[in-house]
Structure formats: C-alpha cells, structure tokens
C-alpha cells in the first residue's frame, strides 16, 4: 500500500493538475462506531421529530430510528498490520468537514452552484468520489468481480492442465494434480500470501480520491428543486450511478461516463452527467447548471436509490421496491434505446470489419 505518514495537503490548482493524487488516509482512531453514509447527509432526510424515517427493502417494512443508529458498522474502516490498527475514520471526516458548508449551502440555494469555487467544487467532488467506495455496495461489487475472475482463473487453469499446455501429463496424473490445486485457499489463485480484507481494497480505491474527483469535476452538474414538493429519499447507497443506454458503441461504462444521481436533501437534486465530449476537447471543469427538476425525474431518482440501495431507503415515502425499480429501469432504458434508433439514427452496434 501507499506510504500513509502525513504530507502536505495540495493547493486546488495542484489537485485539478495532478490526476493521480495518492493521499494517506489511514490513522488511529478511538471511534468504534463508524457510519458509511454521513451523519450529516442522513439529517436532511429526518422528520420534524428528528426521526429517520427508514425502509427495508429486504422486508419491505418501514421504522424510525435515530440517525446514530442508520448506516453504521462497528470498527467498518478499521485494518490492522504490524500489530497496529488503523482506520479511514479520521480520513473520511475531515472529507465531510470539507463538504459539509458547501452541500448546506446549495440546499438552501442551488443557483449558487455558478458560484462555488474552485475549493468549493474540488470538496463536493471529492465527497462524492469518496462516498461512492466508502458504502457496503462497493464491497458487494468487488466480492462480486473478484468472484468472477477466480472462476475465471480456475477454469483457465484446468483446460491448461488437462490440455497439455503444463506439459504432457496422463490423465490420473492431471487428476492428481487438479485435487491438489483445489484445495487451495482462493488468495493462491491470485499469486498472494494471504487473502486482502475489504477494507483494504477500499482504502487503496480512496487513496486515489482526488484523481476520481477530477473525473467528476470535468462532468456537467445540474441542481435543482424538487417539482411540487415531491419527495426525494436516500440510500445506504446514496450516490446513485445510471449508465444511459443511448451512447457510442466504444464508450464503455467507466467512471467518466456514468451519471451520478445524489439526492441532497427531500428537495435538492444534484446530477453529475456524462462526460460526452470528444479527444481534444477536454477541460478540467464541466457546465454548471441549475434548472428544477419534474415529478417524473424525482421518481427516476428514486428508483435508482431502490435499485441502487444494499438494504435500507432513508426518507420519507412512498417507496419503491427493489423489484418495481430494477423492473421499471429495464423498460425506461429499453424505451431509451428504441426512441432513438427508431427516430434520432442511433446505431449502438460496431462498424463491420472488412
């Protein structure tokens, strides 16, 4: 892992030049209750009783409960080695800190989005980078591929074995040997010594927040107001990413051009767009813009923190059940697509060859 002892923190013209940025961020802390949705983030969506309003979309029943208690895991960011614990505790606060006067500030007024700084920009694009790897979700995402690559690796290695790329072998012999291989731990497939925590990979995936919250500053922002009071909620996920279906065929689904939906407030959307820009027309900073939102994109917002969301909505509802997002996402996306191969020319297919 990165060297972690402290260094001088980068100016923002120094952030918005260096790309790849690796910070320490891990430290002792005495905080064992540690929340990977911000406390601050989750107060927004209380009611008048200072109650958070949850739901569970694995029960599909709804509680209130104290904001201390919402988005939390004990020890969640602790690792430990050379006999020393460390955490991205203290690192992620001060994340927040940062964030926190600017998010307040554009939730009162989003046309102030214009007017933020260039200090102000680089803390809410790093909040938003952070938050994105910080969450359960993430996690989920990386035992998922992980999982896949090892199955990958396995099956690899066996046609190798059994097709006499390893060298002539009899069959009892490539039996002998594949019983051998399988019994081992799956870290072995991956050439380590012992098996990388979580917390681990997500602390070397936040080292590089800055360059990640390059990425975002260089994406078109709008904000605005919910139309007509309409309600937005949260998520333990709450940086909500949507990959729009209508794009070239060579754009693949990367950081820069997936769209980030984070609810700030019941009231206040923020969307991060797509980059959609061609080579040489790259600037460090997107357009910003503020225009309401409607009813319609409130509920597309909602939907993605359903589809989105490990377990738990924050908020008040109604509320969209995991099964009625990922179903009603299928048919906007698929309608997206269809509208505009049939009426706009869109060809999402590759050029033939020859």
Known sequence: MTDHRPKAAPSPAERAAEPRFAEPNLAPTAVKRQ???????????????????????????????????AAVGNRYYDLSFDDQTFS???????????????IERLVRDPQGIAALSDSGEFALARFVAAQFFRVPAFRDWNEQVTRKI?????????????????????????????????????????????????????????????????????KPWRIGNAADASLLYTSDNPVAPFLTPVRPWWEPGGMATLAYWVPLS????????????????????????YRGFSRWEVSFSNHLQSHNATRHIFGTGPY????????????????MRETAIRYLGFDPHPPRLG
């Open 35 to 69: 929340h990977y949705v911000p406390r601050a983030h989750l107060r927004r969506f209380t009611d008048a009783n200072d109650r958070l309003l949850c739901f569970d979309l694995d029960t599909s029943k709804s509680f209130g409960t104290a904001v201390e208690n």
């Open 88 to 102: 991205l505790e203290s690192w992620l606060t001060e994340i927040e800190t940062a964030a926190g006067p600017v």
């Open 150 to 218: 090892l199955t990958d690796l396995r099956d690899m290695a066996k046609q190798s074995l059994y097709n006499g790329v390893l060298g002539e072998l009899s069959g009892a012999e490539a039996d002998e040997i594949w019983a051998s291989w399988e019994q081992n731990p799956d870290h072995w497939w991956f050439g380590e010594n012992e098996a990388t925590p979580d917390v681990v990979v997500v602390a070397d995936m936040l080292e590089e927040t800055q360059g990640w919250a390059n990425l975002l500053r260089a």
């Open 266 to 289: 019941p009231d206040t959307l923020l969307v991060l767009g797509r980059m959609n820009r061609s080579v040489g027309e790259r600037s460090a900073k997107g357009p910003r813009n």
């Open 320 to 335: 969209i059940p995991r099964d009625c997002a990922e179903g009603c996402l299928r048919s906007v996306t698929s309608a």
